[in-house]
């Protein structure tokens, strides 16, 4: 059975709201290091800014423009209609095409990370491990766009529409499916794909909002707060597993001191990159990099994986409109998808795919790509097609139950 008291997860989250919470997360560590005098990107190659008021006031701006842009695409958002009702057998045959792919993304990883072999590693020296899980995280992220799809995102797709389909039909089933679940959201912590796990949260999150209130949600929070604080301190190698001061200068808010720096040199020294790089035209044309590859390599020598650049920088480095374009159009999907979402009879079905939207909208935010936010959330639409014309118009008392 779907139950209806879990169908309005999501509201409340609205894009709006997703941009400013993301903007706060590295803007505030971001002027909590420039008041302190401490240099940016330390670690890096460390930098002072000349024009720290001008800095601070083009990432407000840019905020501004996102929140006007937020605002006017909610009012153009719609509903879609039902799809007609499907026969179980036809639906049964869906499940079993994604249940098929998530068992190939989970043999894939074997044969691409060699999972028994991590797991000695991590058995044998389990603090060394956290150390250096990041290399296993760039290994994983190379080789195409449609690999990070199936192996970070499908199984938890596909675990959540069985447990919606059959939760009250055989109890054991759904307890085995939330097991897996859980232990995909382990797997995916110790192989450092963090966007994985904070899609599987997310849906999580959204899908059980009733449970997730008051004390639990802040319990939560401040959970996944600890252990991410853990976790950078360990890194970084810290002397304290507790270092918060250490925690904001650490490499993981990075995006928004490099993009302050460039922004910075942008101010004395104007320059545009080619609009064509903000669009799915950037993975066809072999000159053009990724804004922060590019960046980080001409600003700061830097070849290879490395920071981000943050959503600023973008703006002023496109020329401002051309990325503003590119963000109107994604957040009016994103906020169809939220108001199909929040609707009482159907919106469970959106969930998974709201979550996959407020998680790109996060790390645009973060990392500044327009490109690949554009065509990461144009790839996992045409992934989630086949569940909303089969699914979404299962109603409660279905042949499920």
């Known amino acids: 059975m779907i139950d209806g008291k879990q169908m309005l997860g999501c509201k409340g989250f609205t894009p709006i709201a997703v941009v400013n919470a993301s903007f706060a997360i590295?803007?505030?560590?971001?002027?909590?290091?420039?008041?302190?005098?401490?240099?940016?990107?330390?670690?890096?190659?460390?930098?002072?800014?000349?024009y720290p008021f001008l800095v601070i006031m083009i990432n407000i701006i840019s905020l501004f423009m996102m929140n006007l842009i937020c605002l006017s695409a909610s009012l153009m958002a719609f509903r879609?209609?039902?799809?007609?009702?499907?026969?179980?057998?036809?639906?049964?045959?869906?499940?079993?095409?994604?249940?098929?792919?998530?068992?190939?993304?989970i043999a894939y990883l074997e044969l691409r990370l060699e999972i028994a072999e991590l797991a000695r590693?991590?058995?044998?020296?389990?603090?060394?491990?956290?150390?250096?899980?990041?290399?296993?995280?760039?290994?994983?992220n190379g080789g195409g766009l449609l690999k990070y799809y199936f192996l970070s995102h499908l199984s938890f797709v596909t675990i959540y529409i069985c447990m919606k389909l059959i939760r009250s039909r055989n109890k054991l089933i759904s307890y085995f499916l939330a097991v897996v679940y859980f232990g995909l959201l382990i797997f995916f912590y110790f192989i450092s794909r963090r966007e994985a796990i904070i899609f599987g949260c997310l849906i999580i999150f959204f899908s059980y909002r009733d449970f997730f209130r008051g004390f639990k949600a802040a319990f939560l929070l401040f959970v996944l707060l600890l252990i991410f604080l853990i976790t950078i301190n360990i890194r970084s190698g810290s002397n304290s597993l507790f270092?918060?001061?250490?925690?904001?200068?650490?490499?993981?808010?990075?995006?928004?001191?490099?993009g302050a720096v460039l922004v910075d040199e942008w101010i004395r020294r104007p320059s545009y990159n080619s609009l064509l790089e903000i669009t799915p035209a950037m993975f066809f044309v072999p000159e053009f990099e990724t804004l922060s590859s590019r960046s980080m390599y001409e600003e700061f020598g830097l070849q290879g994986p490395g920071p981000t650049v943050g959503i600023a920088y973008a703006v002023v480095k496109y020329a401002v409109f051309g990325p503003l374009v590119v963000f109107s159009i994604a957040v009016f999907i994103g906020s169809t998808i939220?108001?199909?979402?929040?609707?009482?009879?159907?919106?469970?079905?959106?969930?998974?795919?709201?979550?996959?939207?407020?998680?790109k909208l996060f790390l645009l935010v973060r990392n500044g790509e327009f490109a690949n936010f554009f065509i990461d959330i144009l790839i996992f639409i045409i992934f989630y097609i086949p569940i909303l014309i089969f699914f979404q118009n299962t109603k409660k008392k279905a042949a499920y139950e």
């Open 121 to 140: 590693l991590l058995i044998q020296d389990p603090l060394m491990y956290l150390v250096e899980q990041r290399q296993v995280g760039i290994n994983l």
């Open 338 to 359: 939220y108001k199909n979402a929040t609707a009482e009879k159907n919106g469970w079905v959106w969930i998974p795919l709201y979550s996959f939207f407020v998680l």
């Open 243 to 258: 270092d918060v001061m250490g925690f904001v200068l650490s490499q993981e808010f990075y995006p928004f001191q490099a």
């Open 26 to 50: 590295y803007f505030i560590p971001l002027m909590l290091v420039i008041l302190s005098g401490e240099s940016l990107v330390e670690s890096v190659n460390p930098r002072y800014l000349s």
């Open 80 to 105: 879609v209609a039902p799809t007609s009702t499907f026969p179980t057998r036809i639906k049964a045959l869906v499940i079993g095409f994604y249940i098929l792919l998530s068992f190939g993304s």
